[in-house]
DNA sequence: CGATAAGCGAGACGGTACGTCAAGTCTTGTA
DNA sequence: TACAAGACTTGACGTACCGTCTCGCTTATCG
């Protein structure tokens, strides 16, 4: 009854997704992705546009693709570290965004698909899903640990303690507030931790 | 040394000027950034193209001043109220904050210019000097006189302490993550608070 | 060599092409080549405008074009008349091209690609290949072979004898300076016969 | 009453409108007439937009007045020659039109203003009155001394024997069929003259 | 195992908007 | 009040891409 023929997925050629993959990587790197346009990418790949259309709904989601497999985080197979700690444990996790951000081809298309994400609720929708969420969830599960630890009060907000957490990495990162270095993310997690301890936590994790 | 010869600005039409501001203003907020056109601009605004041209180096910088100029924080004379209590005053400016992005056409357009703060250098410099900075300096005077009251530890790094007041809010907002209401902006406001003044408090600030 | 990857005509669409030739040829002779834009062409041959920049180098050349396909020249196909009786093969002639000439229509158009060959050489030069030149050669074919048959001197320069005949059709038409009717392409016949015949061939056509 | 108060001759600058027609003129030569325009007229004239638009009525009749003044003919203070021999005299003027036609600066405005005679009805007028008329009136009145002192048959038709004259000439010259040198236009007057004196010239003429 | 239907590259198509150019008009001092 | 200067509205320019639509050409099941 569908009178566009759903395009079948056993026949699509593996060449023509990731040169277009790769071709879209190297065009949003190279001049952003307000200049990037779908006939580039399909030269680039030396692909038909047709191609591109038919297997992508948006230039953001190609380009999107072409983040998740240059970067590796489609597979939801990354987690936080519990070495018992949760301070050191989320000084890591921190630092290591805090490096991705400040990585130079990344941050650029990182600008990018944020720029998308505020211009598209679709895009914004598959961030969440495909990218933002999953960091979430591993540093939230952390978090949830550490308070069955007893680390954390039990009435501790989870989703509030992750915001606490990396909203003010983003915002610095974003607006160029300030160098997104260890040092900040190191005493952004400590204050983090101290807004989270109610006042009569004296022994606390720091001791 | 200018090779193109500059617009003599006191030639400039005011009729012109403010027509463009409005329709921009309109505009974004009816079609979004995204499908926003230079063309529907003019004629909206019953202006040739090439007077935007004129005058605006792009699509962004028309956007952004109609924002500024329906908004009025081009003046900078703003401020927070100073009650004595800091914790108070701050809910004041979060809760007004986020009434802001909570409002459907500001938050339309406000994402409009943070997609374009994100992908061109110099509008995020505008972006910093026009609307950003000024709020970030109000708040961070407010914390300086709590600062200087003793409410808040001498060593108290202002700067930060403001990031961690509007980043979570920014993030939150930004990726949906949750309400922007008053009750988010008064738990931050405490959580903030708590950051900056430690559990031992007394003890630690008054050492 | 070309720098320009040059369309394949191939896979040009035929309803394209004379939609284009047949808008050009309505819009010409109701406004005029000076007025005639390529927008207006596009428009009205509901055509994109990237369509005729694709095929047509120039507004010229579409018009050219159109004037061609409405008026059948483009095959080579015709010749004069061979009666034996040159006089008389050549009042007929020019007795048709005088009536092109006093179409409404084809006056209008006329003078339109007349502009354009006075003002690009590239137009010119197509004019003369597609246009002129046909028309000369048959002439001046119909004059060798009355030359062959003892009816003009055998040293008769007929590159010169087609310009006597046609010049000064062409510059009355042109210039206005009276009626372009069969009364005057007759004299003028008969004048430029007395000019081709030697003083000594006394009994001849005029008799 | 009107509501347009026309400008007031007496007041108009010489300095302007001088500097305007050599402006024009120089630039008709060297871009071309279909390049042209008044913005850069005006730019070399050292003179603004308006005070062109408020003297002349159109871009052609600006071309036409400077070319009227850079070339004298606007006294109507020239003639041909009246040597008795109609030949000779009538070569002199043809080849003086030729050695025009052929200098590249005035080759080019020639054709600028013949462009323009076709797509313009009141450009042709004036091209008539101010141009060409005068010319083929004083060839006209030679070829009427010569009939009145018996070398042309009484009947002669001197509007026809002119265009007989001009008009290979004009045709050769516009579509480029040959050299237009001296050679072609002593040939031009010998058929001419031989069109109007019949081969059995003496009988006739003499009548 | 050969037909047949799909994905593929290529690229022409009808469109929309771009950023530029010049048209002709209007406004603002200056002499 | 004519002038130089130049901003204004208008409208066409020629270009860049959009997303859709044929084209032939592999390729890879299935009848």
Known sequence: ???RTAPDPARRSERARSAVLAAAYELVSEVGFGRLTIE???ARAGVGKQTIYRWWPSKGAVVF???LAANGRQDGDFSLPDSGDLGADL???LRLS???LTDPTLDRTYRAINAEVLGD???QAEYRTRLLDPLLN???DRLRSAREAGQLAPDTDLDFAVELLYGPLYYRWLHQLGPVDHDFTDRLVDA???ALNPPAAHGRSGA
Chains 1, 2, 3, 4 share one sequence.
């Open 1 to 3: 009854m569908a009178p």
């Open 40 to 42: 580039a990418i399909a």
């Open 65 to 67: 693709d072409a983040f």
């Open 91 to 93: 000084r890591i996790v």
């Open 98 to 100: 805090a490096d991705d």
């Open 121 to 123: 609720p679709a895009v």
């Open 138 to 140: 591993v540093t939230r």
């Open 192 to 194: 983090v931790l101290r």
